[in-house]
């Protein structure tokens, strides 16, 4: 199995730009989940899916940011406008919810710079 | 307060030493995740406990439900075990998790 694959792996865009950023979950995973990772903040959880239905998105910061999962193996985490203090690490991961050993398998990260 | 507190925040060790690395949480849990972040950003997950102890290789990890602590263990430091070390736990009701703060391993040959 690849993984999970992220992409970009690195973003470099201006302030007002809209990014998307990209994960593709293990094959049979049904939760996926939207980590950011900061200097300040440390890892923080942004919202995370389960069959594809947003379970809970108490940390997505404001409006500016959505995320969606249109199916089993697909979602994206979108950023309109951005601004520089989103610059961040964005990690997906993703689990199989219901087993015992319910491990959260995480991608490269998307290490994105707001300028 | 934080939910999920690690110590000590920086830990510098000499190859072949054996190292603790704490965790504290105050909110009810499922499940307590220990990951390691590589200096390239990577993240692995090591262990996932709900009670007892487990061990992998060099790497030994604990949990005590009643006094709300974990502890990570690494018998024969090598310095590529140098990495952060971060604690996570799973709160009860959901599958989110909460982090703490990392601890910051460096090992000297």
């Known amino acids: 199995d690849a993984g999970v694959i992220q992409s970009p792996r690195h973003e470099v865009t201006e302030m007002g730009q809209e990014v998307t950023l990209r994960c593709k979950p293990i094959?049979?995973?049904?939760?996926l989940f939207w980590y950011r990772q900061t200097m300040m903040r440390g890892l923080e959880l942004l919202i995370y899916?389960?069959?594809?239905?947003?379970?809970?998105d108490s940390g997505m910061p404001e409006d500016r940011f959505s995320a969606k999962m249109p199916n089993a193996s697909f979602s994206t985490l979108k950023i309109q406008p951005s601004e520089p203090r989103d610059s961040a690490v964005y990690f997906c991961?993703?689990?199989?919810?219901?087993?015992?050993?319910?491990?959260?398998?995480f991608g490269p990260g998307t290490r994105l710079l707001v300028l | 307060k934080n939910e999920v507190e690690q110590s000590p925040q920086n830990l510098t060790a000499q190859e072949g030493e054996f190292i603790t690395i704490n965790c504290s949480y105050s909110v009810g849990i499922s499940a307590l995740h220990w990951l390691q972040q590589h200096p390239g950003g990577g993240i692995v997950s090591l262990f996932m406990?709900?009670?007892g102890k487990k061990k992998h290789g060099r790497l030994i990890a604990t949990i005590n439900i009643q006094e709300k602590h974990s502890s990570l263990h690494i018998t024969a430091s090598h310095p590529r075990d140098s990495a952060v070390y971060i604690c996570?736990?799973?709160?009860?009701?959901?599958?989110?998790?909460?982090f703490g703060e990392g601890t910051q391993l460096t090992v000297n040959p």
């Open positions: 406990l709900s009670s």
């Open positions: 996570a736990v799973r709160v009860t009701s959901g599958s989110r998790l909460t």
């Open positions: 899916f389960n069959n594809n239905v947003p379970i809970d």
């Open positions: 991961a993703s689990s199989l919810v219901g087993r015992l050993q319910e491990t959260q398998y």
């Open positions: 094959s049979g995973h049904n939760s």
